[in-house]
């Protein structure tokens, strides 16, 4: 598909905007999709590309490499080497959508790590579920990032596309507290197997597990546990969803995410807060209880 790539930049090169569609094929497009042929990338293809996306870009970045990959589908589709355009029929991300998350309760959650067997497959799920954090972010995870006398993990680096690289954003660099149940797994693994400072958690030495390895343990477990069927980036909503639940102040809640501002993280769980305004307006009914309150009936 390199070529598609190629030809089709080559046409677009004259326009004010070429420098930011160039940057989108070299570090999205062409590491994701150089190997396959342009006829042989599938719907199931672009939706897995979406969620490995999701791991580290805005929603808002995500739409537009997406628009630039459909744009290479039309490309193809006018020099006849596709007649269908699979970008197109996937559809953009669509943000409405996306905000009604999907996600495990704790019972869920429970119920699905309790047929781990594999401690290390176990210890990265609770991490995933009590942290927040991205698959990427998990699989980037040193040993000197995890401090078992603060029970923090620190969060600065992650996996895209097989390399470890830097968060996009600032914010996304952040450092976390963790239960003691999620320490002990991780100490426990650390016990069993040879570490240094630098190599990895949750792999071996340097080498992190395969994106494609968590993804078909995951959804084996899922199987397994006979629970509702979900991304693994939805641990990462059920984490929010559980911070909520609990009554945690949505600062909270952006913080443990890394989210720039809390208005990112409003926009994606608004639904997920309970209404207030019943419960204020009920203190306001009580300001005047004891005097006799005339019926609006009274002025009609």
Known sequence: MADMYLNWYKKRRKESSYMKIESVIRIHLKPQFEHKKIKDILKRDIVRFHDDLLDILS??????VHTVLSAVFNYAIKLEYLKLNVAREVGNVDIK????????TIEEFKQFVQVIKEPMFQTFFMVLFYGGLRKGEALALTWKDINFESNTINIDKTVY???????????????????????????????MNKN???YVVFGEFYDHIAHTTVDRYF????????????????????HASYLINQGN??????????????????????????????????????????????????FK
């Open 196 to 198: 240094k400072p630098d």
């Open 161 to 191: 596309h097989g390399r470890v690289t830097s968060p996009k954003n600032e914010s996304s660099i952040r450092k976390i507290k963790m239960p003691q149940h999620t320490m002990n797994l991780l100490g426990e693994l650390k016990l």
């Open 97 to 104: 959508e996306n905000k009604q998350v999907q996600f495990w």
């Open 59 to 64: 929603i808002g970045s995500v739409k537009k």
């Open 219 to 238: 959804f084996y477990y899922i199987k397994e546990a006979e629970v509702k069927r979900i991304r693994i980036h939805d641990l990462r909503h059920s």
């Open 249 to 298: 102040d949505i600062q909270i809640v952006s913080k443990r995410l890394g989210h720039a501002n809390t208005s990112t993280t409003y926009d994606i769980y608004a639904h997920l807060y309970p209404n207030k305004e019943d419960e204020a307006i009920a203190k306001m009914e009580d300001d005047f209880k004891p005097a006799q309150v005339v019926n609006m009936s009274d």
